[in-house]
């Protein structure tokens, strides 16, 4: 039953999250004893404030509240934003991610720690020991945000920069028709 009702909220839960101009991440629906409990975390580009979420929480609790006959018992209403440790699992994660440090457990070879450059559609530009990776996110079994402490060292994000503009330049520079 939960399952079924999740596939029934999700959509008007996420239509009140893209409204509020937020991403929905992450919904769940679970029974707890006699009222259901509904989880929602919600992303954006530039990360999520508490007052965003609480915004973002009245937004779906209206949206909810308007469609009580879907949902047709008492709910717990828990909105939240990713954690750190969220696994970067989608192109807008590794693109949200930029210039941040990650661990990438690839499916094949060891793990290795390098920094998110340019994420395109199927993969991402990584900094590892000081040479730019193409990694694939079909590749990649896990990957995750690492701490840090300090600021990136400004050379890493000068070869990132310089690497992003040149894949744009090549992606939009015009081509010669043939004659």
């Known amino acids: 039953m939960p399952n079924d009702l999740a596939s029934r909220l999700e959509p008007i839960v996420a239509e009140a999250v893209k409204a509020a101009g937020f991403d929905l991440d992450s919904f769940e ?16 580009d530039d990360g999520v404030g508490l007052d965003e979420v609480a915004g973002v929480s009245r937004a779906v609790s209206a949206a909810l509240d308007e469609n009580e006959h879907v949902i047709a018992s008492a709910y717990t209403l828990e909105v939240t934003s990713p954690g750190l440790d969220r696994p970067l699992t989608v192109q807008r994660h590794w693109r949200r991610a930029k210039f941040r440090l990650v661990k ?33 996110y079909a590749s990649v079994a896990k990957a995750v945000i690492e701490i840090e402490f300090k600021q990136p060292p400004a050379e890493d994000l000068k070869l990132l920069e310089n690497d992003a503009s040149a894949l744009n330049a090549a992606t939009t520079e015009p081509k010669e028709e043939p004659k």
């Open 29 to 44: 629906v679970q029974q707890a004893g006699r009222r259901q409990l509904v989880k929602v975390v919600v992303d954006g």
């Open 104 to 136: 990438v457990t690839p499916a094949e070879g060891a793990a290795f720690i390098g920094r998110v450059g340019h994420a395109g559609e199927k993969s991402a530009r990584v900094l590892v020991d000081g040479e730019i990776r193409d990694v694939s």
